[in-house]
């Protein structure tokens, strides 16, 4: 099996994802297409063609879904659940499991009923928040970060970058921490824990002496705390020492992780900051410490959006901005490299890793557990999606442990990091792995000639509007893979050495 998303996002492009979905209440067949699209557009087609019921019940149907679309006739609906039921659905094996005992996991020896956590944020900060996530199948959340400071927010203190379908791909906010009392906080948390007591409650703080760490940490736990978070990477927080500025001190990750351990009975995580050349010093100082694991990565320091008329860059609050924290899908690459550090560092090899960073997909969250996480934690996609994410991100990995005959989450975790070299220096160039052109799917646009000419090594030629491919001037660096807009070419299945190729 290929996990590879046959049905892509930008054949939906003009959904929109809305609450309360006109398509659905209007299906006869009561198939819930508004499922479905999201689904699709969070890469869960294998598991929804697996809800899907015998006969093709769209074949024949008037589309009622189509026309009560707020965007009339624009989203194929019709046509995407057929390819469903028709391309996808023989595809997979067996039943829907609706089971999700395979999904338990465990955070420092703590057991959580699956590996999803909303990280620390906005996303995490009321009671409502928490207790409408926890309904949706959350495992729990690294709420807000608790503090005894004085918090009053900027606005505006979101800015983002967007995609073709107005989607979110990477996110700046220059939001600080909880601005709740931590008396209202600690009321919180004891309400989350009467009210839902299976939950993983992750305790984010951040202090700013040896006093202040170790009240906070104590105050969580004897509120119902089921692991501490040290806020050491907060970009947003840098004065005097704070947020980030700790995370690049190794001595400061130390000293407070010592002084919140020694309060508590509780497992202590340290979130660091992405904003260093190397996590290994701060990492291995918070284990000096005491800590039980690491959280990663933060947000990284960023400018963003510089308009061209004022000159301030976004968000803007009045005539003025500030450095502020990158996150969303953008940032995947940087954490993950992130995270399979710690992961390959045998030092670090007793502390749970909860790794996040632009996970929006299970596969994204797959890619961290299999570069060493044992949790992940989601905010932006969240924040741009909902909290009804969780089901897609549960059935995907629920269906995929399945599939390949994995017993758990915890035996996928770290298989990657034996193919993570550090240096490129590693890798075999005796060999090309050439690309492959399905002239039937080819719409004849000549980008990939555009690229290879312009960007690469003047290897592709058009003939009759078709590619064609001169062996002796390709390298294999695959850009007109990447570039292609109608998938039309793919990476051929072997390594071959040049001088053996002859096909064009």
């Known amino acids: 099996m290929i996990f590879h998303p046959s049905i892509k996002r930008r054949e939906m492009i003009e959904c929109v994802l809305c609450d309360d979905a006109p398509c659905s209440k209007v299906c006869p067949h009561e198939l819930q297409p508004a499922d479905l699209l999201r689904s699709i557009w969070l890469g869960g087609e294998l598991h929804a063609a697996a809800t899907l019921p015998e006969g093709d019940l769209c ?29 996808v659905k023989p595809m997979v094996s067996g039943e829907l499991l609706d089971d999700e005992e395979i999904l338990h996991s465990e955070i420092c020896g703590i057991p959580v009923e699956n590996p999803f956590l909303l990280s620390s944020s906005v996303v995490g900060s009321t009671y409502d928040m928490c207790a409408r996530a926890f309904e949706a199948g959350w495992a729990g959340v690294s709420f807000k970060t608790i503090c005894n400071f004085d918090i009053h927010e900027a606005s505006p203190r979101f800015s983002a970058i967007t995609g073709g379908s107005s989607s979110i791909i990477g996110f700046k906010n220059i939001e600080q921490l909880s601005d709740h009392s931590v008396v209202e906080n600690m009321s919180i948390f004891n309400d989350l824990k009467r009210n839902y007591p299976t939950k993983f409650l992750l305790a984010s703080i951040m202090g700013r002496d040896d006093t202040e760490w170790e009240e906070l940490a ?3 736990e004897i509120n119902g705390a089921d692991a501490i978070e040290l806020n050491f990477s907060c970009p947003n927080m ?3 020492g704070l947020g980030s500025d700790i995370g690049q001190t190794p001595e400061l990750v130390e000293r407070f992780t010592a002084a919140a351990c020694k309060s508590v009975s509780i497992p202590v995580l340290a ?53 502020g924290g990158y996150s969303g899908n953008a940032v995947k690459p940087i954490a993950l490299r992130f995270v399979a550090e710690l992961g390959k560092n045998p030092a670090l090899s007793s502390m749970h890793i909860s790794g996040m960073g632009g996970i929006e997909s299970w596969q994204d969250a797959l890619e961290f557990i299999l570069l060493g996480a044992g949790s992940v934690q989601v905010t932006t996609a969240v924040m741009q999606y909902g909290y009804r994410i969780i089901k897609d991100l549960k059935a995907g990995l629920n269906y995929y442990i399945r599939e390949r005959g994995f017993s758990s989450v915890s035996d996928l975790q770290g298989l ?25 799917t080819c719409i004849g646009c000549g980008r990939c000639r555009i690229s290879c000419a312009d960007g690469g090594h003047q290897a592709i030629t058009l003939k009759e509007r078709k590619p064609v491919l001169d062996s002796k001037k390709c390298v294999g660096c695959h850009l007109c893979v990447l570039i292609c807009p109608t998938g039309s070419i793919q990476s051929s ?12």
């Open 271 to 323: 979130k660091l900051t992405p904003n260093v050349a190397s996590m290994k010093e701060a990492a291995e100082a918070a284990l000096r410490g005491g800590a039980s694991g690491i959280s990663a990565i933060n947000t990284i320091k960023s400018i963003m959006r510089v308009n061209l008329g004022t000159y301030v860059s976004s968000p803007a609050v009045g005539e003025l901005s500030a450095v």
């Open 493 to 504: 299945d072997k390594r071959i050495k040049k001088a053996e190729y002859n096909e064009l």
């Open 218 to 220: 104590r105050r969580c």
């Open 59 to 87: 074949s024949n149907c008037a589309a009622p879904c189509e026309t009560a679309c707020i965007r009339p006739k624009a989203v194929p609906i019709t046509k995407l659940i057929s390819r469903l039921k028709n391309d």
């Open 416 to 440: 990657g990091l034996s193919h993570v070299y550090n240096s490129t220096d590693s890798l075999e160039r005796d060999t090309i792995v050439y690309p492959r052109f399905n002239r039937q």
């Open 238 to 240: 840098m004065d005097e």
